[in-house]
C-alpha cells in the first residue's frame, strides 16, 4: 500500500528526492530511518489535510516534507546530505491527530512500506 522510490547513493552534499506512493486515505504521513545498530528514528512528519510539517533535529533546514494529495504522494527532499544519514528510509501513514503526527513516534503508524536504501558516501 505504501511503495518507496528514489533512494541510491550519492556523495556527502549531494541531494536525493523520496517518493512514496500510496493507495490509501489517511490523516498523517511520514519519513522515517534506521541505520545499522540504531533505532528507527522519525525525521519527518506531515498532516494531510493541512500540510503541517513536522522535522526531528537532526534534518530540519536540510529536509524538505511534502504531499501531493491529489495523486497521494509523499516526498523527502534531501540536501546537504551527510554519512550520518545513510540508513534505510521507510515511509508510513497513519489515521492519527495532528498532536500525534508531530510526535513522529512508530509506534502509531499502522502502515509501512518496505524501504529504500540511501548511502552518503
Known amino acids: 500500500q505504501l511503495v518507496e522510490s528514489g533512494g541510491g547513493s550519492v556523495q556527502a552534499g549531494g541531494s536525493l528526492t523520496l517518493s512514496c506512493a500510496s493507495s490509501k486515505a489517511t490523516s498523517c504521513m511520514g519519513w522515517f530511518r534506521q541505520a545499522p545498530g540504531k533505532v528507527r528514528e522519525g525525521i519527518a512528519t506531515?498532516?494531510?489535510?493541512?500540510?503541517?510539517?513536522y522535522y526531528s533535529d537532526s534534518v530540519k533546514g536540510r529536509f524538505t516534507i511534502s504531499h501531493d494529495n491529489a495523486n497521494r504522494t509523499l516526498y523527502l527532499q534531501m540536501n546537504s546530505l551527510n554519512p550520518e544519514d545513510t540508513a534505510m528510509y521507510y515511509c508510513?501513514?497513519?489515521?492519527?491527530?495532528?498532536?500525534?503526527?508531530?510526535?513522529?513516534?512508530?509506534?502509531?503508524?499502522?502502515?509501512w512500506g518496505r524501504g529504500t536504501q540511501v548511502t552518503v558516501s
Open positions: 508510513a501513514a497513519s489515521y492519527i491527530s495532528e498532536r500525534v503526527c508531530a510526535e513522529k513516534a512508530e509506534d502509531r503508524f499502522g502502515y
Open positions: 506531515i498532516t494531510i489535510l493541512g500540510g503541517t510539517t
